[in-house]
């Protein structure tokens, strides 16, 4: 779940002026199980079922690219169940795949992967070799877990910073968070691909870009002081700030719940991931959430901050 900063994760803008993020990991998972295969083939069983004879068959192209990358040529059969939809959502759910595939197929192959090579061979997975024209953030937020300053260098490295508040006040800040789901699924790639050519092109843009990145530097420090109602003020600010990047972020119908939902005592929202479609955060005092919710008239969803990222739950070598 970003906050802040979404769009500088994006290479043509953080290889010119650095990018900056500020999220957290959330308690909704998806599981990747790796299980020896004793023909000799692979079979892959998500929203779909794959069982080919060899690599060179599969379609599902993150887990052709990750096998590829990790030199795996078949005699498996992977799993994968998730606890919301895979696709289209705007909570990291195809990176979370990637990155628990990645750690799950290395443990498969004896080796231990850390977090950060989990970060960076992820992002090599979809971005390098799937050409996915997508950002950097949801690959370290799943590898990391956490909540986090994720900063985007210019040199492709990428820092990750915890952010330091006081407990109480990350507590209140789960609990003042709602989240609806609002039925549409999009694919995030159009969207990210227009943003990173207008990113690249338009002074105006950049600037936009550059208060995002402020502003995520902003509230860390707010969190940092304990003035943990500045979220909204600063995710409002964000919003606006990301619908002016590209048309296609928002709509009328999707504007329509964020105005009801601030009329009825949301202090500032946004919508998750790319824009266009998925879930709509916003913070708000909790005397405030039913009449939000009416309001809204959307799927309320349930989640906490998860401290932990991708882990491996269960080894067993054989």
Same mark, same amino acid.
């Given at each position: ?10 290479p ?8 900056a993020?500020?999220s957290?990991a959330?308690n909704?998972y ?5 299980n020896?295969k004793?023909?000799g083939?692979?079979r892959l069983?998500?929203?779909k ?5 060899n690599?060179?068959?599969?379609e599902?192209?993150?887990v052709?690219?990750?096998?590829e990358?990790?030199?795996?040529k078949g ?16 909570l990291?759910?195809s ?16 080796n231990?992967?850390?977090a950060d090579?989990?970060?960076?061979? %992820? ?12 950002g950097k ?8 877990g ?8 210019e040199d492709d490295?990428?820092?990750v910073?915890?952010?330091?508040m006081n ?5 209140m ?5 709602i ?5 549409i ?6 969207i ?6 207008e990113?690249e092109s338009?002074v ?7 208060r ?7 509230l860390?420090d707010?969190?940092?002081r304990?003035?943990i109602? %500045?979220?909204?003020?600063i995710?409002?600010e ?5 619908k002016?990047?590209t048309?296609?972020?928002s %709509?009328?119908?999707i504007?329509?719940?964020y ?9 500032g ?5 790319a824009?266009?479609?998925g879930?709509l955060?916003f913070y708000?005092?909790?005397?405030r959430?039913?009449a939000i919710?009416?309001a809204?008239?959307l799927r309320?969803?349930d ?6 990222g991708?882990?491996i739950l269960?080894y067993?070598p054989?």
């Open positions: 779940m970003s906050f802040v900063g979404g769009g500088s994760d994006l043509s803008y953080y290889r010119r002026h650095g990018g993020v500020l957290t959330i909704k998806i599981y990747v199980s790796v020896p004793f023909d083939g692979i069983a998500y929203s079922v794959e069982e080919v004879d690599l060179a068959q599969v599902h192209r993150l052709h690219a990750t096998f990358m990790l030199g795996l005699g498996v059969e992977v799993t994968t169940t998730a606890d919301i939809p895979a696709r289209g959502t705007g990291g759910s990176s979370s795949f990637t990155v628990g595939l990645i750690q799950a197929v290395s443990a498969y192959q004896g231990h992967t850390s090579e989990l970060g960076r061979r %992820s992002c090599e997975v979809e971005i390098d070799r799937c050409g996915e024209p997508i953030q949801d690959q370290y937020a799943a590898a990391f956490g909540l986090n300053l994720i900063e985007f260098n490295s990428v820092r910073s915890p952010i330091i407990r109480e006040d990350r507590d800040i789960e609990r003042r968070i989240v609806f789901y609002t039925g699924t999009r694919s995030a790639s159009g990210l691909q227009k943003q990173s050519e990113a338009d105006r843009k950049q600037a936009v870009l550059k995002m990145v402020d502003l995520t530097y902003h860390r707010e969190f940092a304990g003035q109602d %500045s979220l909204g003020e995710l409002h964000n919003w606006i700030l990301k002016s990047l048309e296609s972020i %709509s009328e119908q504007d329509g719940w105005d009801a939902a601030i009329k009825a005592g949301a202090l929202g946004k919508l998750l991931g824009g266009a479609g879930f955060m708000a005092p909790v005397d959430h039913e919710a009416r809204v008239g309320q969803i989640f906490g901050f998860e401290p932990l991708s882990r269960f067993n054989g």
